[in-house]
C-alpha cells in the first residue's frame, strides 16, 4: 500500500504565502507524476499544478506565475509553494501520486487525506 500525507495548510491572508507538502511512503517502486488538486465547497475538483516523472511541470491558468511545483526524489515528497494568495485560492488541497509498487505493475493512483487552505482577512 502506499500512503500519501500532506501538511502545510491553514489561514491566510489575501497577497500571502503558503507551503504545502506531500509526503509517499509505503511500497513505492517508482513513482511518475505528482500533482495537487483542490476542492472548493460546492465545486468539483480541480487540477492546480503536476511535475513529471523527468521534472517538468505544468499548472492551472489560475495560478501560473503565484505557484510552483517542486519534488524531492530522495524522500518522496512533492511541495506547492503558493504566492500571492487570493479568496478563491480557499480550498482543500489534495497530493495525488501515481506510483509503480514493483517491476511489471501498472502505475496507479493515490491521494492523500487533503489540507485546508484558507485565504481571508
Known amino acids: 500500500q502506499v500512503h500519501l500525507v500532506e501538511s502545510g495548510g491553514g489561514l491566510v491572508q489575501p497577497g500571502g504565502s503558503l507551503r504545502l507538502s506531500c509526503a509517499a511512503s509505503?511500497?513505492?517502486?517508482?513513482?511518475?507524476?505528482l500533482a495537487w488538486y483542490r476542492q472548493a465547497p460546492g465545486k468539483q475538483r480541480e487540477f492546480v499544478a503536476i511535475i513529471t516523472l523527468g521534472g517538468s511541470a505544468d499548472y492551472a491558468d489560475s495560478v501560473k506565475g503565484r505557484f510552483t511545483i517542486s519534488k524531492d526524489n530522495v524522500k518522496n515528497t512533492v511541495d506547492l509553494q503558493m504566492n500571492s494568495l487570493k479568496a478563491e485560492d480557499t480550498a482543500v488541497y489534495y497530493c495525488?501520486?501515481?506510483?509503480?509498487?514493483?517491476?511489471?505493475?501498472?502505475?496507479?493512483?493515490?491521494w492523500g487525506q487533503g489540507t485546508q487552505v484558507t485565504v481571508s482577512s
Open positions: 509505503g511500497s513505492i517502486f517508482r513513482i511518475h507524476n
Open positions: 495525488n501520486a501515481q506510483v509503480r509498487r514493483a517491476v511489471g505493475i501498472t502505475a496507479e493512483d493515490y
